[in-house]
């Protein structure tokens, strides 16, 4: 290892040097200890050979020469289990939590307010939105799936967040770890972002990076319809983001994406509320033709988005999502907050 470029709570990004040349990395202290310039390290390149994007870096597997800690304490769950960095972690709802007593009566949401949304990128903005609109500043939290990156470390802008305190906490669900706190489910997520957390306000992505095929149901966005369901079984109130694009090449994200056409129109067996972002000109009107086919099941809101750029210029850390930034792809930033924003209207009803 060459030297650190930056680090974050759980994370470092390194300079390597390999034969051909330095290559950046990313290495999880907690999982393979903490590296220091001059440290062999071995590495996963796959990323760099197959030129991936938001994973663009190599892993760092092991620092022979300088290992973890051996794992102490309470916790039981073993999450990426079954894979060679396979963490073992304390479950808010496992027998040796803490919050055991208070999750194994836990049944209802309480009619919160639950934002759902396919792509992590979503979530800042959001969080804009929501901030931007409520009558008072409410308690929110991340609960994140396992269909992106698994460690929530990944994410600079949860790290960000969490020490601007935007979020009260991130809980991590099924496979997913690293959170403040730590879930079985995504039910169990959401009943400890309400009864541990004391979240007013919960909001429901994926971790950074997704996995697509260009196909009607290969997507790990599938998530989102059935986060919908876990939200609505146990008495929140699930509110849809769409993904909403003006920038992206692809046809079929373009408008609004078949991800949230086939996530909250055919996975989503639970009502929603659909925000639909009250976008100008024809582009506006194409995105409201296409939510229009979600209303069978959901409950449409044309949400305003004047006032919402605004809120999203002033975001503590930086809009990405594709590599498009704000002014790349505001669209998609707009229906994100909007989201954002129909929720706060229903936080005191």
């Known amino acids: ?126 969080l804009c939105g929501l901030y931007a609109s409520a009558a008072a500043r409410p308690r929110v939290a991340y609960v994140m799936l396992d269909g992106g990156a698994l460690p929530a470390w990944f994410s600079m802008s949860c790290a960000e967040l969490r020490a601007r305190e935007w979020l009260c906490g991130v809980v991590t669900t099924g496979q997913s770890f690293g959170g403040d706190v730590e879930a079985v489910t995504t039910h169990t997520g959401l009943l400890a972002a309400r009864h541990v957390l004391g979240a007013d306000v919960a909001v429901v992505t994926q971790g950074p990076g997704n996995l697509g095929t260009g196909t009607r149901w290969g997507f790990s966005g599938v998530s989102a319809g059935e986060a919908v369901n876990a939200a609505a079984v146990l008495g929140g109130r699930p509110v849809a983001a769409l993904r909403v694009s003006e920038g992206d090449a692809r046809d079929r994200h373009r408008g609004v994406s078949h991800h949230s056409l086939t996530a909250y129109g055919r996975v989503a067996l639970a009502p929603a509320r659909v925000a639909v972002p009250d976008l100008p000109g024809d582009f506006g009107d194409r995105v409201r033709e296409q939510a229009a086919s979600l209303g069978a099941r959901h409950d449409l809101v044309t949400v305003p988005v004047d006032g919402l750029l605004g809120a999203l210029e002033a975001s503590p850390v930086r809009l990405s999502t594709m590599g498009r930034g704000l002014t790349e792809d505001l669209a998609y930033f707009l229906a994100s907050a909007a989201a954002g924003r129909d929720a706060a209207g229903l936080l005191g009803s």
């Open 1 to 126: 290892m060459v030297r650190i470029r930056r680090e974050w709570p759980g994370a470092m990004e390194l300079d390597v040097a390999l034969a051909e040349g330095e290559c950046r990395a990313l290495a999880y202290p907690p999982l393979v200890g903490r590296p220091e310039p001059g440290d062999a390290v071995l590495l996963n390149t796959t990323a760099l050979a197959m030129g991936l994007g938001t994973g663009g870096y190599a892993m760092v597997v092991a620092v022979p020469d300088r290992l973890p800690q051996d794992p102490a304490g309470p916790g039981h769950l073993v999450k990426a289990r079954y894979t060679p960095l396979q963490a073992t972690v304390l479950g808010a709802d496992e027998q040796d939590s803490p919050h055991h007593e208070v999750l194994r009566e836990a049944d209802s949401l309480d009619g919160m307010p639950v934002v759902v949304a396919d792509l992590h990128s979503a979530l800042p903005a959001i």
